[in-house]
């Protein structure tokens, strides 16, 4: 149990890439009479994976239990990160006195306390979902940012690669990948072959491929490449390029699958 005096408060926030989900907080307070009354409240989510938060003034007493559920909608794992925190003050500013728990919440796992446990919002597994890719200009790489507050790990990506008649002197193209920090490109992967010349292939990059190979499928030929582990964060960019980069090159036809986390 956790002291509860006049002038504290209970915070709990949330932080989640699905908007709508409408939480229900309930939670007991042992009276110093030995009486327990029952509290509730509630929160709706946002999809921004910014903080929203509710403050509930609580009675002088011991806190029994909290648990924050959801009352409406559904939440899969790691779409949504919940803490729960002791603080001193009813209004704000606020001093954080005790993190009571801090996990991810779903449809059918609750946060309580004081079963839950203190997790980082980046622990575990991740949510696994899609995106597709807006076509870059011609002869423009493609450049993808994370949401802001998001982790994304890059688990596959594909795309077309349309390449012009122009030889441009018998060099050729390869399709690569690689995470840039600022104007820094960190480890890049190779599709290790060179594409000839007036031709559309589709690429995909899967991480833990053993090894490189492509193959003729309907009117497409596919080339398949391993995709090491790339983890991006809003202010880290991953990149799509052909190499050497011709300025009449097309990428099209992108779509990219991730594991997020919300960072907290």
Avoid at 27 to 32: A, E, F, R, S, V
């Amino acid at each position: 149990m956790i002291r509860i005096q006049n002038g504290d408060s209970i915070k709990i926030s949330s932080f989640s890439s699905k908007a709508g989900v409408v939480l229900k907080i309930y939670g007991q307070i042992l009276l110093p009479g030995g009486k327990i009354i029952p509290f509730e409240d509630g929160l709706t989510t946002t999809a921004t994976r910014l903080e929203v938060s509710k403050n509930i003034t609580v009675t002088n007493g011991y806190l029994i239990s909290i648990s924050v559920g959801v009352s409406s909608g559904s939440l899969m794992h790691a779409q949504c990160f919940i803490k729960a925190e002791h603080q001193l003050g009813v209004q704000a500013p606020y001093t954080s006195l005790k993190t009571l728990f801090s996990d991810y919440i779903t449809t059918n796992t609750n946060c309580t306390f004081p079963e839950s446990p203190l997790n980082k919002s980046f622990n575990g597994k991740g949510y696994t979902s899609y995106v597709y890719i807006n076509d870059p200009v011609v002869g423009q790489p493609v450049n993808l940012t994370a949401p802001t507050n998001a982790i994304w790990k890059i688990l596959f990506f594909q795309i077309d690669l349309i390449s012009t008649a122009n030889t441009h002197g018998g060099y050729g193209r390869e399709l690569i990948a690689y995470k840039r920090i600022t104007n820094i490109p960190g480890q890049t992967y190779y599709a290790h072959r060179k594409q000839p010349v007036s031709v559309t292939e589709e690429y995909q990059f899967v991480t833990d491929t053993p090894e490189s190979y492509y193959g003729d499928y309907s009117a497409k030929r596919r080339n398949i490449a391993n995709l090491g582990e790339i983890i991006i964060q809003e202010t880290e960019i991953f990149v799509i390029a052909s190499f050497p980069f011709w300025a009449d090159d097309t990428l099209t036809n992108g779509a990219i699958q991730y594991e997020e986390w919300i960072n907290v």
